[in-house]
């Protein structure tokens, strides 16, 4: 079977560095999977994907090392299970992110990461755009991601009944990042579907090939891009997408719920390991786990009786919490391990960084990305390293250069504070850091 490598990418498949090999990339609407899809999950990385898959800082998940022969099965396999992956690459609408399950408002905001995943997955009208377009929903400010998505919703407030979200616009990373920005306070959500389609197909009207939506208003200016909308959303009614019944898939608020974690070093999990967490969801929260953008998995417990069993299950698994790796929040892309464009092993540095830091760094942030692209988005953690080149030595060996990023504001993304350090520069700049 011959594959094309363009047309495979609107089914969240790419060419992995190592010729012969793919990356399956997989949607998690707000990151909510459950105990069965994980099971299911776990059987595909243990047929196909050497055992093994990972989880990414959009909360969706990946498996490496695939065969182009396995595709049609995992694609089967996915759907037995309700999960695809259309749409998860390429110029579509990407797998909608929940970053803030541990927050109040979480049980509400997977509804809605739900609602428009559906909306706009394999829907024609919303994919071959020209870039990737994310959007987010998150409960609060906390984690910053509404800065970095084409279209980030911030649940603000309830009125007369119906949650209304913040929502900014225009924001990314890679080579020029760029921090969203408030397109409207405290929509009411019956308005934001017909929003969003707007805001796509502007996109899609005005925007080059290549190019996400930051272009575009960089070129418009913000009044610019809000008078194309106003014409686009020019006689659109609101669009309600009412529940027939309460679809909180996960248990509520923290009054009454618990939430435990298991930190997943790099999103590198074996697929025996998701078997053991899909029980313990299946046992203590409600048939229902929560892939983190922080690369880690969470547990909304049903009652306060399941902490003990589920931490000590944990323990068990090998989640015990105790090791750097897993305390240390710290996100890792693939790197030059799988990743065609990666300049560097990032997993390898991510350990050495760990190792070399000292106490301050650990009560830190941290994320790696392995080039520009920034997928692990360090420009939202308080220290980031992105790999910003290879050099040669006087043998001809290259080695790489990190870039140094230091975020200090909640409203604003990190800036290089260091330049093209090398690997010992940054082992100690990571020592020193106070
Ligand atoms: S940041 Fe670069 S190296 Fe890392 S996964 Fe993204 S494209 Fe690949």
């Keep these: 079977m011959t594959l094309d490598p363009q047309k495979l990418r609107i089914e969240g498949t790419y060419e992995q560095r190592q010729p012969g090999y793919f990356m399956q990339r997989v949607k998690v609407p707000g990151g909510v999977l459950s105990a069965e899809q994980a099971l299911k999950v776990a059987e595909i990385a243990e047929r196909f994907a050497r055992g093994s898959l990972h989880l990414t800082s959009r909360g969706s998940i990946e498996f490496h090392w ?30 909608i992110v929940c970053s803030t399950p541990f927050l109040e408002g979480y049980p509400s905001v997977q509804v809605l990461a739900r609602k428009l995943h559906h909306h706009f997955t394999q829907n024609p009208h919303f994919e071959g755009l020209p870039k990737k377009f994310k959007i987010c929903v998150d409960a609060g400010y906390r984690e910053s991601r509404h800065l970095i998505q084409d279209v980030g919703l911030v649940l603000a407030e309830t009125k007369d009944g119906e949650e209304c979200y913040d929502v900014w616009a225009a924001g990314g990373l890679g080579r020029e990042p760029h921090p969203a920005f408030l397109l409207e306070g405290s929509m009411p959500e019956g308005r934001i579907i017909p929003l969003i389609e707007a805001v796509v197909t502007v996109y899609r009207r005005h925007t080059p090939p290549g190019k996400r939506l930051k272009h575009l208003v960089r070129e418009k200016g913000q009044d610019g891009f ?13 669009l309600y997408l009412p529940d027939g019944f309460g679809k909180q898939l996960t248990p509520p608020p923290p009054e009454q719920g618990v939430r435990v974690e298991a930190g997943v070093f790099a999103g590198e999990l074996a697929a025996a390991r998701l078997v053991t967490l899909a029980e313990i969801a299946a046992l203590h929260a409600g048939g229902f ?7 880690n998995v969470a547990f909304h417990l049903l009652s306060l009786a399941d902490q003990g069993p589920a931490v000590a299950a944990l323990a068990e698994a090998g989640f015990g919490g105790d090791a750097r790796e897993e305390r240390v929040t710290f996100r890792v892309c693939p790197g030059n391990h799988e990743c065609k464009m990666g300049l560097a092993p990032t997993r390898d540095v991510a350990r050495r960084v760990l190792e070399a830091m000292g106490p301050a760094g650990e009560r830190k942030s941290w994320a790696i990305a392995g080039c520009h692209n920034s997928c692990s988005q360090p420009q939202l953690a308080e220290v980031g390293i992105v790999v910003s080149k290879l050099v040669k030595d006087e043998n001809g060996e290259r080695h790489p250069r990190f870039d140094l990023y230091r975020r200090s504001c909640a409203d604003g993304l990190g800036i290089p504070a260091r330049q093209e350090l090398s690997l010992a520069e940054l082992l100690a700049a990571a020592q020193e850091l106070a």
Aim: hydrophobic share 40%; proline share 2%; charged share 25%.
């Design 66 to 95: 695939v065969e182009g022969r396995a595709l049609p099965e995992i694609g089967r396999m996915l759907a037995s299970v309700g999960l695809t992956s259309r749409g998860a690459c390429g110029g579509a609408v990407r797998g």
């Design 289 to 295: 786990l929560v892939i983190t953008c922080e690369q």
């Design 226 to 238: 809000r008078a194309l909308l106003q014409e686009e959303l020019a006689g659109k009614e609101d």
